[in-house]
């Protein structure tokens, strides 16, 4: 098994520290996406849409989505749940993972692609060109600043994301909280969940990987 992976990007990082939760070693192949590894012929026969995280399992096939992982790790590895205990649970973690995604990690993607010199032609991630649009840098500030505020209503008073355990949902808002500082989005004076919440799940070895 080896795990193709990216020491900056935000998706490759939500299953690096999925496997570290889950206390797995995996070897692991850094795609340096600045030089445009992702591009080249080799790992194009990986993964056609050139993207990391890649899984390649021991039977030669490819997981190419972070979801796609998770739910391979879990189901081979079930200790720590990290999908969810019971049905209930593991829907709850669903709809909370979702969310995240759409309205938080997107928004702040939105923004870096459209925004960035660097993105200058990568308006959307993939094998393909695409122009940014600066008035879609504006939009997705706008939703990932007010996603901050969801956040901090999601967490309340509990200490994760979804009820009393921890899970990816905590992985994915955790990574949704430090991706959106590139896009200079941070928690703000009222958001002391988020800010609570942060910082103990900062403290966990995985968030240090």
Not at 67 to 73: F, I, Q, S, T, V
Not at 151 to 178: C, E, K, P, S
């Amino acid at each position: 098994m080896k795990f193709y992976d990216n020491a900056v990007a935000p998706s490759p990082r939500r299953v690096r520290m999925f496997i570290a939760e889950k206390g797995l070693e995996i070897e692991t192949v850094e795609i340096d996406i600045r030089a445009g590894d992702q591009f080249t012929d080799t790992f194009r026969a990986i993964n056609p849409f050139c993207t990391v995280p890649v899984l390649e399992l021991d039977d030669g096939s490819h997981l190419i989505t972070t979801d796609g992982c998770y739910a391979w790790l879990e189901e081979t590895y079930p200790d720590p749940p990290l999908l969810g205990r019971t049905v209930t649970e593991r829907g709850h973690v669903a709809d909370a993972m979702q969310i995240i995604m759409f309205h938080g990690q997107m928004a702040v993607s939105e923004t870096l692609r459209n925004s960035m010199e660097a993105m200058v032609g990568r308006g959307i991630i993939g094998p393909d060109d695409y122009a940014q649009i600066p008035a879609l840098a504006e939009r997705g500030r706008t939703r990932g600043t007010r996603f901050m505020a969801t956040l901090n209503d999601m967490i309340r008073d509990r200490a994760y994301v979804v009820g009393d355990a921890f899970t990816a949902a905590d992985i994915d808002a955790f990574i949704y909280v430090t991706f959106a500082k590139w896009a200079k989005i941070e928690p703000e004076e009222g958001h002391m969940s988020v800010k609570r919440w942060y910082d103990a799940i900062s403290a966990r070895p995985s968030a240090g990987l």
